[in-house]
């Protein structure tokens, strides 16, 4: 019993609204998954984190008594196992010390790691990949590198940053301060601005009236499309994945997402044998709209 106890893993992803935790299985099954809302700040996060894991045990029976991996949005030191900057949660200021925090809690060791990241690790569970470029379209637009098995991260935390490179000098001034970064057309707040949608989700209020020959909606997807296209092609030529993973929320829109980013990318290659040598178009997935891709990343990380 003990072994089996012990080749379980935990994954907690901390969303700004949600906590959703899971269990896998020593062959990578989900066994049991829960999810609460999330309270801000320091100790709401805690709170929110312990019914979680209280709620997995019960659902599995199990003490489960492993490290417990967890993926938070933010800039996370994994070394100290702190975070900062995770604004949507409530955590401004100084390093909180969240795996500690969580480790007393719990009564468990804790790795705590950048959601995307993690996010990164899950994806390449689910194709049994080793090298892969993640590219989470949320709220707002970042990467994560996993290269030849490992996980880039950068001397600061950087990599995969790709949301923040500046593409258009006429552009709107981003939330980091420089001018036209990519993430001012292709995250889920861009949408949001290009397509008020009032309570409808945005991407999918936009995708719908596209569709359905609007001309506007036509032209405001293509403009979000041609700029995801830009980020993989940046992406691409500076680590050269094997395969490109769309996920986010953004990603929830499914296979249409992936045809109309792919339709970019081959837009953009139609002048160049250089870049459709490449076959950009011919790399992309979408991470399947139900599967816990974060969760189960940061249950890899507790392995
Ligand atoms: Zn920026």
Same mark, same amino acid.
């Given at each position: 019993?003990?072994?089996?106890?012990?080749?379980?893993?935990?994954?907690?992803?901390?969303?700004?609204?949600?906590?959703?935790?899971?269990? $896998?299985?020593?062959?990578?099954?989900?066994?049991?998954?829960?999810?609460?809302?999330?309270?801000?700040?320091?100790?709401?996060?805690? @709170?929110?984190?312990?019914?979680?894991?209280?709620?997995?045990?019960?659902?599995?029976?199990?003490?489960?008594?492993?490290?417990?991996?967890?993926?938070?949005?933010?800039?996370?030191?994994?070394?100290?196992?702190?975070?900062?900057?995770?604004?949507?949660?409530?955590?401004?200021?100084?390093?909180?010390?969240?795996?500690?925090? $969580?480790?007393?809690?719990?009564?468990?060791?804790?790795?705590?790691?950048?959601?995307?990241?993690?996010?990164?690790?899950?994806a390449?569970?689910l194709d049994?990949a080793?090298d892969l470029v993640y590219v989470?379209?949320?709220?707002?637009?970042?990467?994560?590198?996993?290269?030849?098995? @490992?996980?880039?991260?950068?001397?600061?935390?950087?990599?995969?940053?790709?949301?923040?490179?500046?593409?258009?000098?006429?552009?709107?001034?981003?939330?980091?301060?420089?001018?036209?970064?990519?993430?001012?057309?292709?995250?889920?707040?861009?949408?949001?601005?290009?397509?008020?949608?009032?309570?409808?989700?945005?991407?999918?209020? $936009?995708?719908?009236?596209?569709?359905?020959?609007?001309?506007?909606?036509?032209?405001?997807?293509?403009?979000?499309s041609a700029?995801v296209a830009s980020a993989i092609r940046v992406l691409s030529l500076?680590v050269d994945p094997a395969s490109i993973v769309l996920?986010?929320?953004?990603a929830?829109?499914g296979d249409p997402l992936r045809m109309s980013v792919a339709q970019a990318l081959l837009a953009q290659a139609s002048?160049s044998p250089f870049l459709a040598s490449l076959d950009l178009a011919g790399r992309l997935r979408v991470i399947?709209?139900?599967?816990?891709?974060?969760?189960?990343?940061?249950?890899? $990380?507790?392995?």
């Amino acid at each position: 019993m003990e072994a089996v106890t012990a080749a379980l893993s935990v994954g907690l992803d901390i969303g700004a609204t949600k906590t959703l935790g899971l269990v $896998l299985d020593p062959d990578g099954a989900i066994l049991a998954e829960v999810r609460e809302p999330t309270e801000p700040g320091a100790e709401g996060i805690v @709170r929110s984190a312990a019914r979680v894991f209280e709620a997995l045990r019960v659902a599995t029976g199990q003490p489960l008594e492993g490290t417990v991996g967890v993926g938070i949005p933010g800039l996370v030191e994994v070394e100290r196992g702190a975070v900062k900057h995770a604004v949507n949660l409530g955590v401004n200021g100084d390093w909180l010390p969240l795996r500690d925090l $969580l480790a007393e809690r719990l009564g468990v060791p804790v790795v705590l790691e950048n959601d995307v990241n993690a996010a990164t690790l899950g994806a390449a569970a689910l194709d049994d990949a080793t090298d892969l470029v993640y590219v989470s379209i949320g709220t707002g637009l970042a990467a994560g590198l996993m290269l030849d098995g @490992r996980l880039r991260r950068g001397e600061h935390g950087a990599a995969g940053e790709i949301g923040h490179v500046p593409v258009d000098p006429q552009g709107v001034v981003c939330q980091c301060g420089q001018r036209g970064c990519l993430e001012t057309i292709a995250s889920g707040s861009a949408l949001a601005a290009a397509w008020p949608s009032g309570g409808v989700p945005p991407a999918q209020a $936009l995708f719908a009236a596209a569709r359905s020959g609007d001309p506007a909606a036509i032209a405001a997807r293509d403009r979000f499309s041609a700029g995801v296209a830009s980020a993989i092609r940046v992406l691409s030529l500076a680590v050269d994945p094997a395969s490109i993973v769309l996920g986010g929320g953004v990603a929830q829109l499914g296979d249409p997402l992936r045809m109309s980013v792919a339709q970019a990318l081959l837009a953009q290659a139609s002048s160049s044998p250089f870049l459709a040598s490449l076959d950009l178009a011919g790399r992309l997935r979408v991470i399947p709209s139900d599967y816990p891709v974060a969760a189960v990343g940061a249950a890899y $990380l507790g392995r």
